[in-house]
Structure formats: C-alpha cells, structure tokens
T-cell receptor, first 112, second 115 residues
Framework: AQSVTQLDSHVSVSEGTPVLLRCNYS??????LFWYVQHPNKGLQLLLK??????LVKGINGFEAEFKKSETSFHLTKPSAHMSDAAEYFC??????????FGSGTRLSIRP | ETGVTQTPRHLVMGMTNKKSLKCEQH?????MYWYKQSAKKPLELMFV???????ENNSVPSRFSPECPNSSHLFLHLHTLQPEDSALYLC??????????????FGPGTRLTVL
C-alpha cells in the first residue's frame, strides 16, 4: 500500500530565509515522487519530480528536493523564500495511473 | 488558447439540477483526469481516461458521470448532487498513463457549490 504524509499543514517563514516543507512516503517498491504547487484560484503546477535517477532533484523557481530512501522522505527546500512562493504545496506519490496519492498539502506563508 | 481550460469556473446548482463541467486540453495529450479537491482533504482522483477509454473509476458515486468524446475533451455530468459534493473540481491531462509517470498539467478548476 502507498501513502504520503505532509508533516506540516502550515509553514510560515520570513522573506529571504530558507524554506523546508516535509514529506514522508510509504511504498512497497520504488515510487515516483513529485511536488506540486497551487497558487490561489489556480490549478496545480509541477515543481519537480523524482523517478529513480539522481536523488537530489532541482525544480522550478529555485526549489529542490532530496529523495532519502532510508528515511522514506522527500522534503522540499528553497534557500531563500520570496513573497511569490506563498501557496499550497502538495507531495505526491505515483505508481500507476490509478495509484496517484496526493498529500494533504502544506500552506506556505511568507512574512515581509 | 494553450494548456488546460475548464468551464465554467464557478457553478452554483440545486440538488435537483443537471449540469456539466467541461475540460479541454490543447497539449496533444492522450490521457485526461478528473479530481475533486475539498477543503481540508487531500486531492481525490475520480476518473482517468486514456485514449478516450476509461481506465479507472475510483468508487465515485453514480451521480457523477464522465464522458470523453475525444482525446482533447472531457466532461463531468452532474445530477442530483448533494451539498457535500461542493468542492473544486480539477481537470488534468498528461501525455500518457504508462508505467513511467507523465507529468500532469492541471486546469484552473471549477468551483462547484451545491445548495
């Protein structure tokens, strides 16, 4: 069985400080993992994806994530937050068309 | 127009109404999806179509009826809905649904309110 857990429902950081959004997954085999972002009143946009190549994955807008099999984690990071990063972020685990599991989301707020 | 579009963007309907949501993708993809996004709940995959054939129906009530007349269009027909069906309905498309995950491109969603 697969599952994905986003450990924080809300994260608030100051502009210019690092961002860490945590995601843990459970899968009986090597999964494909993704992070999506959803800005208010918009659809979801893919930030980055891991598909068993390099464990450190770089995405758009300066985000990156590291796949750690031993910790079953796929945390999303960014060195310096920008006001435009305020949004909802979803961690996703995928094994087939019918096995797409979305996390419950983490709302990121940026303080000026 | 590019990407994935959805109409209407907002819909208010009574429980006895019949309405349809429309999704159109201009990306040349072969797979399309319907998702339900409710407040404080994870995104739920409802239906998957690949090359106009339904490949997955995740135990969705029959008051939701999908239709995929071609690879560019996807509809969700609604009838006798319940207030708990109020949610944001998202459409997505991807190049395919094979073993290698294909990035899904999402539309902006239809905000549905059932009175």
């Amino acid at each position: 069985a697969q599952s994905v857990t986003q450990l924080d429902s809300h994260v608030s950081v100051s502009e210019g400080t690092p961002v860490l959004l945590r995601c843990n997954y459970s899968s009986s085999y090597s999964p494909s993992l993704f992070w999506y972002v959803q800005h208010p009143n918009k659809g979801l946009q893919l930030l980055l994806k891991y598909t068993s190549a390099a464990t450190l994955v770089k995405g758009i807008n300066g985000f990156e994530a590291e796949f750690k099999k031993s910790e079953t984690s796929f945390h999303l990071t960014k060195p310096s937050a920008h006001m435009s990063d305020a949004a909802e972020y979803f961690c996703v685990v995928y094994s087939s068309a019918s096995k797409i599991i979305f996390g419950s989301g983490t709302r990121l707020s940026i303080r000026p | 127009e590019t990407g994935v579009t959805q109409t209407p963007r907002h819909l208010v309907m009574g429980m006895t109404n019949k309405k349809s949501l429309k999704c159109e993708q201009h990306l040349g993809h072969n797979a399309m999806y319907w998702y339900k996004q409710s407040a404080k709940k994870p995104l739920e995959l409802m239906f998957v179509y690949s090359l106009e054939e339904r490949v997955e129906n995740n135990s969705v009530p029959s008051r939701f009826s999908p239709e995929c007349p071609n690879s560019s269009h996807l509809f969700l027909h609604l009838h006798t809905l319940q207030p708990e069906d109020s949610a944001l309905y998202l459409c997505a498309s991807s190049p395919a649904t094979g073993e290698s995950y294909n990035e899904q491109f999402f539309g902006p969603g239809t905000r549905l309110t059932v009175l």
